[in-house]
């Protein structure tokens, strides 16, 4: 988890943190190759304290969505409900922009 939150730049400029998994840690450390199966990334959205949404990424096994890199995505509001989720096209048009494998990271 980030240590501190800040403000987004793809996420309606809102405060956020960012958590990722353990296969998902090392190449989002390094931030470069592919992303293995299970890597799973999230971003929390907050307004104040008050957590406003949940965002998911996770990489799905080879086939799921082979044109945008097998994300399947996913988006929540604060009490949990799903907004969004799989090939979400919305996630993909500004991710498939990303540096490494659909993900932005953490700037320096
Ligand atoms: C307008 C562009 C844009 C859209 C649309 C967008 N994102 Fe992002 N996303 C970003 C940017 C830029 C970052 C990098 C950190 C930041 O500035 O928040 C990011 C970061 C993330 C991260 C953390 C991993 C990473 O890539 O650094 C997750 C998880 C995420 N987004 C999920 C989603 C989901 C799910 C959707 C669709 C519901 C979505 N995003 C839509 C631009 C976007």
């Known amino acids: 988890m980030t240590d501190a939150p800040f403000k987004s730049k793809g996420h309606g400029n809102m405060m956020v943190h960012d958590w990722v998994n353990s296969r998902a840690l090392a190449t989002f450390r390094a931030k470069k190759g592919s992303y293995v199966p299970g890597a ?39 009490a949990g409900k799903v907004e969004k989720a799989g090939k979400a096209s919305g996630c993909i048009d500004c991710h498939g922009g990303a540096d490494n494998d659909y993900v932005f990271g953490l700037k320096k």
Request: positive net charge; glycine residues 12%.
């Open 40 to 78: 799973a990334l999230a971003k929390t959205g907050w307004k104040g304290d008050t957590l406003k949404k949940v965002w998911l990424m996770e990489k799905r096994g080879s086939g799921y969505d082979k044109e945008n890199g097998d994300w399947w995505y996913a988006q929540l509001n604060a």
